[in-house]
T-cell receptor, first 113, second 114 residues
Framework: SQQGEEDPQALSIQEGENATMNCSYK?????LQWYRQNSGRGLVHLIL?????REKHSGRLRVTLDTSKKSSSLLITASRAADTASYFC?????????????FGGGTRVLVKP | AAGVIQSPRHLIKEKRETATLKCYPI?????VYWYQQGPGQDPQFLIS???????DKGSIPDRFSAQQFSDYHSELNMSSLELGDSALYFC?????????????FGPGTRLLVL
């Protein structure tokens, strides 16, 4: 199975509500990154959290990382219709060479106005 | 700020044809990654280059090859195209080939093989 898996697969909320999605991974990592993808478009980098960090904030985004449970969560507060997108976590596994990202399954978020 | 540039943005090919996708990294970035995203799937790592040398290889078919040039741009060459190659192909770049560097993605090239 994949390195990263996301939960839930889909989320529908009202504008103004918070959206929380989770990501689990299997191997030891250097860092974990969250990306947003609007339908069939490019991946927009949201936030990077390093393996020695536990929580990070960026605007309305809050990311947590629990390396003991190999999991991360992304919280979007006060959601807006423009936040409608798919959200992916991506991990950068510790290895001798290379820095490839392994993506999770993605959570499709629909924010209804 | 300058972003990763990919060309073409859309490409339609017939089976068994060849295709070349180009990627121009963010200025000063020396590392390029290629990913493939099939319909409704996660992006999957194909191959990466650091300072013009291949640094890692993922699930890239033997029919595909890639290289990074002296100006750090990269090209992904795809031959004997199959229907299953239809996907969104992303290039990403970062500064330095090491860990803990953010990868910035281009807008992708949408390839359709008929």
């Amino acid at each position: 199975s994949q390195q990263g898996e996301e939960d839930p697969q889909a989320l529908s909320i009202q504008e103004g509500e918070n959206a929380t999605m989770n990501c689990s991974y299997k191997t030891s990592i250097n860092n974990l990154q969250w990306y947003r993808q609007n339908s069939g478009r490019g991946l927009v980098h949201l936030i990077l959290i390093r393996s020695n960090e536990r929580e990070k904030h960026s605007g309305r985004l809050r990311v947590t990382l629990d390396t003991s449970k190999k999991s991360s969560s992304l919280l979007i507060t006060a959601s807006r219709a423009a936040d409608t997108a798919s959200y992916f976590c991506a991990t950068d596994a510790i290895k001798a060479a290379g820095n490839k990202l392994t993506f999770g399954g993605g959570t499709r978020v629909l924010v209804k106005p | 700020a300058a972003g990763v540039i990919q060309s073409p943005r859309h490409l339609i090919k017939e089976k068994r044809e060849t295709a070349t996708l180009k990627c121009y990294p963010i200025p000063r970035h020396d590392t390029v990654y290629w990913y493939q995203q099939g319909p409704g799937q996660d992006p999957q790592f194909l191959i990466s280059f650091y300072e013009k040398m291949q640094s890692d290889k993922g699930s890239i078919p033997d029919r595909f090859s890639a290289q990074q040039f002296s100006d750090y741009h990269s090209e992904l060459n795809m031959s004997s195209l199959e229907l299953g190659d239809s996907a969104l192909y992303f290039c990403a770049s970062s500064l330095g080939g090491g860990a803990q560097e953010t990868q910035y993605f281009g807008p992708g090239t949408r390839l359709l093989v008929l």
